[in-house]
Each structure stands twice: as C-alpha cells, then as structure tokens.
Nanobody, 119 residues
Framework: QVHLVESGGGSVQPGGSLSLSCVAS????????MGWFRQAPGKERELVAT????????RHADSVKGRFTISRDNAENTVYLQMNSLKPEDTAVYYC????????????WGQGTQVTVSS
C-alpha cells in the first residue's frame, strides 16, 4: 500500500507559477511510476505528466508541454510538478498517483490539491 500526500496548490494570476509536491510512503514506494492528473469541474480526469522511477520515461500532456515539468527525488520519495505560465484553463484539482511498472492503471491516489488560475 502506497500513501500519497500532495501539497503546494493555491491561487495565482494568469502567467504565474506554482509548484506541487507529492510525498510517497509505503513499501518500495520509491520504485513506482508517478503521475500528476487533474480534474476540472464538469470534466473528466486527465493525465498531466508521468515519470518512471529511473526518470528514463517522462511524458507531459500536449496542453502543458513547455510550461509544466515533472521531476522526482527518489531519496526523498517525492515527485514534483513545476507549473509556469499558468492559464485559467489550468484550474483544476490536481492529484498525485502511483503505479507499478507492470500495472496498466494507476493504483494509488492522493487526496488532491486545488489550483486556481484567475485574475
């Protein structure tokens, strides 16, 4: 069982930046694929970015490429999402998630953190 706790959400004006963090705990949690998802009101949850344990696989959704960066510190069991040039359409609840390399779907989820981009 992996336990995930996100932090770093908040409100920011368009063009601003926020950094999200997610600390993982549990047996071998450091070896999991980690991802950030988001869900805006009335919309389905979407994958924002994902990173493998060895950082050899890093992907970002087209909607955030060039603006968001996912990274991880395995020694600290922490994954980050640096969000720059934020837009109102980035407003959503952001979730951290984890899965093993073999799993098809993400198995473990954090509680979510609200990001609001508004002038």
């Amino acid at each position: 069982q992996v336990h995930l706790v996100e932090s770093g959400g908040g409100s920011v004006q368009p063009g601003g930046s926020l950094s999200l963090s997610c600390v993982a705990s549990g047996p071998t949690s450091y070896s999991y694929y980690m991802g950030w998802f988001r869900q805006a009101p009335g919309k389905e949850r979407e994958l924002v970015a994902t990173i493998s344990w060895g950082r050899d696989i890093i992907r970002h959704a087209d909607s955030v490429k060039g603006r968001f960066t996912i990274s991880r510190d395995n020694a600290e069991n922490t994954v980050y999402l640096q969000m720059n040039s934020l837009k109102p359409e980035d407003t959503a609840v952001y979730y951290c998630a984890a899965k093993t390399a073999e799993a098809i779907a993400y198995e473990y989820w954090g509680q979510g953190t609200q990001v609001t981009v508004s002038s």
